[in-house]
């Protein structure tokens, strides 16, 4: 199976200090939809993988996440594209749950609902957290130049970011770099 775990705030949608609370705040990076379509299309299973401590935090409710969630997966459907699941953090950092990024939780999850090793699968996101939580179990690291991230255009990565560490503008131009990869290991 190929597999792709994204991140969401600041990789798929828009980001925001005070959190996206609605599916009206919900608004995706350009390109971001189409390049999930891509991926799509080029035989890759797509997944998210999402801190949301707005829902701990009482800022929004699940219905509100559901209605988000719903206005990506229109949006998703309109370009031929799809996620094949959400997974969700709901806890806040003084929880001290297993499945807030940078802890693996999540991913461990996402192994078992697929059945796979998640070894070598990429992760994308923003943040140094959306990339540990994916090496914990083997992911390959990809951040990009959105949301957070835009924090490191034009500078080297610190060492707090894992080795391997590859970045890209954009979730367009990451496609653009799995899909080019893919096809020439043919």
């Known amino acids: 199976m190929k597999l792709v775990i994204l991140d969401r705030d600041g990789t798929i949608n828009a ?10 705040e919900w608004v995706p990076l350009p390109g971001a939809i189409e390049a999930i379509a891509r991926l799509n299309h080029a035989g890759w299973h797509v997944v998210v993988a999402t801190n949301q401590a707005g829902l701990g935090r009482g ?8 209605a988000m969630n719903a206005k990506m997966h229109k949006l998703l459907v309109a370009q031929g594209g799809r996620v094949d ?88 131009a990451f496609a653009e770099h799995l899909i080019s990869r893919a096809a020439g290991a043919r």
């Open 59 to 66: 800022l929004f409710d699940v219905a509100a996440l559901n």
């Open 15 to 24: 980001d925001s200090q005070e959190y996206i609370k609605s599916a009206a």
């Open 85 to 172: 699941a959400v997974f969700y953090c709901p806890h806040t950092p003084d929880d001290a749950c297993s499945c807030r990024k940078p802890l693996p939780g999540l991913f461990e999850q996402i192994g078992e609902r697929f059945g796979v090793d998640l070894h070598g699968v990429p992760v994308v996101g923003d943040q140094l957290r959306d990339l540990q939580a994916g090496v914990a179990v083997g992911c390959e690291p990809h951040l990009v130049y959105t949301g957070k991230g835009a924090a490191y255009r034009g500078r080297a990565l610190p060492e707090t970011f894992p080795p391997a560490t590859r970045v890209h503008e954009d979730l367009a």
